[in-house]
Nanobody
Framework: QVQLVESGGGLVQPGGSLRLSCATSGISFSLYRMAWYRQGSGKEREMVAVYINRPNINYAESVKGRFTISRDDAKKTVDLQMNNLKVEDTAVYYC???????????WGQGTQVTVSS
């Protein structure tokens, strides 16, 4: 059974930091492209950061220089360090795993990030 479980969301003031983590099981983690997406209220889900393999890492323009994605293949986890958070970063953040070889894709249940003063 495949599981992607996010943690680390919460309420933070503008300018603050949060670190999201996604723990996975049931997949051959090293073979998957890992990514973080987010969906704000009334908005479409959008890509935040994608880690294909070093150095193929992509970020949405809106988070470049503030967010950093990292993965640990031994622990089968992917993290998202978010610094200098802005009100517009408020959203539910989802962990995503995608295999280019099998076209299989999996999502976590999401974790809420709220940036507010």
């Amino acid at each position: 059974q495949v599981q992607l479980v996010e943690s680390g969301g919460g309420l933070v003031q503008p300018g603050g930091s949060l670190r999201l983590s996604c723990a996975t099981s049931g997949i051959s983690f090293s073979l998957y492209r890992m990514a973080w997406y987010r969906q704000g209220s009334g908005k479409e889900r959008e890509m935040v950061a994608v880690y294909i393999n070093r150095p193929n890492i992509n970020y949405a323009e809106s988070v470049k220089g503030r967010f950093t994605i990292s993965r640990d293949d031994a622990k089968k986890t992917v993290d998202l360090q978010m610094n200098n958070l802005k009100v517009e970063d408020t959203a539910v953040y989802y962990c995503n795993a995608y295999s280019r070889h099998t076209s299989r894709e999996y999502w976590g249940q999401g974790t809420q990030v709220t940036v507010s003063s």
